[in-house]
């Protein structure tokens, strides 16, 4: 069963678990629910006036694909939260990247691949129709009262499909409608009633956020997405640390690194690989067909990083320390961890030393924090 559960731990892209539409970046999805303990009445085991309480029930038993599920959904809560503020505050930075998006993630039981369909349905609550999963803090879907487990049914008078295409079919239907407006109409089911809503569009930097199946210490970008591995989750220890990472990325992607290096369709193919519930590790041995970033590119996405940091509000200064760590601990001779990929960390290192000079010189005179 452990066997099972680390293959089974991460839900697999386009092939194997359909990403929410509704936030094409896919913020935000729903936290596990935590266990709640049976209620105390209060007094101690020898009061006599209470008569010996009744066995407790066992727990229902969850089954293996109910606890990966849980796992994956806990660890992609964590990756959207932290890229949330990244993508809704630097759109400034990433402006052929931004785009209208309706604030909220949603899915149904489809939306994970065959063997987690069952386990979607027990531990998530999803059926065949399109369920909210999560809703971006301060954006327009949260100031529209959207919550987490509205059912969504129509937007602006359109039945929105259910099923197993319900997902690519809602993209198809909401497409057009992202542009030339500043809100959009919808009906959701909460609690047995249908409520009427005026969801306002959320401008924001639309990078897919994916979470990648190894224990390899590494992220990739390809263009368009940003991949996060286990291996590099396990290794972050804050909240801020995992930002550094994802604001890293999202610069390569803002910067077209992975254009101009003609290695977005290599990328591409990793990322694929690596959110499948059992990713070809055959294909990640060495370099897996990639060369080191080059340190002027590297620097330059370093520097963008650290604009896109301090405008969502994280501690710049811990970036630097969290660099060298992650050199001293996958140093370059890991070759398929992320120092082998990012090898000139000296370089790298005073570019960022400069960096954050002038973003504290421009926060202290109170200018726009823009390169």
């Not at 609690?191 to 959320?202: C, E, I, K, M, W």
Request: charge should be positive; aromatic fraction near 4%.
């Amino acid at each position: 069963m452990r066997a099972f559960l680390r293959h089974a731990l991460l839900a697999a892209t386009r092939q194997d678990a359909r990403k929410g539409v509704l936030l094409p970046a896919a913020l935000l999805m729903a936290a596990c629910a935590t266990p709640v303990p049976p209620p105390s009445d209060g007094l101690p085991p020898s009061e006599p006036s209470r008569p010996a309480p009744a066995p407790s029930q066992p727990a229902p038993s969850v089954s293996a694909e109910q606890q990966a599920l849980q796992a994956m959904v806990s660890l992609q809560d964590r990756l959207y939260r932290v890229a949330a503020p990244l993508l809704v505050n630097n759109t400034d930075l990433c402006k052929k990247n931004a785009r209208n998006l309706l604030g909220f993630t949603a899915k149904n039981r489809y939306s994970y691949s065959n063997e987690f369909t069952g386990a979607a349905q027990k531990s998530l609550g999803l059926d065949d129709r399109l369920q909210v999963m999560g809703v971006l803090a301060g954006g327009g879907a949260a100031r529209a009262g959207v919550r987490h487990g509205d059912v969504l049914l129509a937007v602006e008078d359109k039945n929105l499909p259910k099923g197993e295409t319900a997902e690519r079919d809602a993209a198809s239907i909401l497409a057009p409608m992202m542009s030339g407006r500043s809100s959009i109409a919808m009906t959701v089911l909460r609690d047995g009633s249908r409520v009427a809503l005026n969801v306002p569009l959320t401008y924001a930097c639309a990078f897919g956020i994916e979470l990648g199946n190894t224990e390899n210490v590494i992220a990739y970008s390809d263009g368009h997405r940003v991949l996060v591995t286990r291996g590099m989750l396990n290794a972050v220890r804050t909240d801020d640390e995992l930002a550094f990472v994802l604001a890293k990325e999202m610069a390569h992607n803002a910067l077209s690194h992975a254009t101009k290096q003609r290695t977005s369709a290599t990328i591409g193919g990793i990322i694929d690989n690596l959110t499948r519930i059992r990713p070809d590790m055959s294909a990640m041995s060495g370099m897996a067909g990639l060369r080191p970033m080059p340190q002027d590119l590297d620097a330059m996405a370093d520097k963008l990083s650290l604009y896109m940091l301090a405008r969502a509000g994280y501690d710049i200064d811990l970036a630097i320390p969290f660099w060298q760590r992650m050199a001293s601990q996958v140093p370059a001779t890991v070759l398929n961890g992320y120092t082998a990929l990012h090898p000139s960390i000296n370089y790298r290192i005073a570019a960022m030393e400069k960096t954050i000079k002038d973003i504290r010189a421009k926060q202290a005179r109170k200018k726009p924090l823009l390169p």
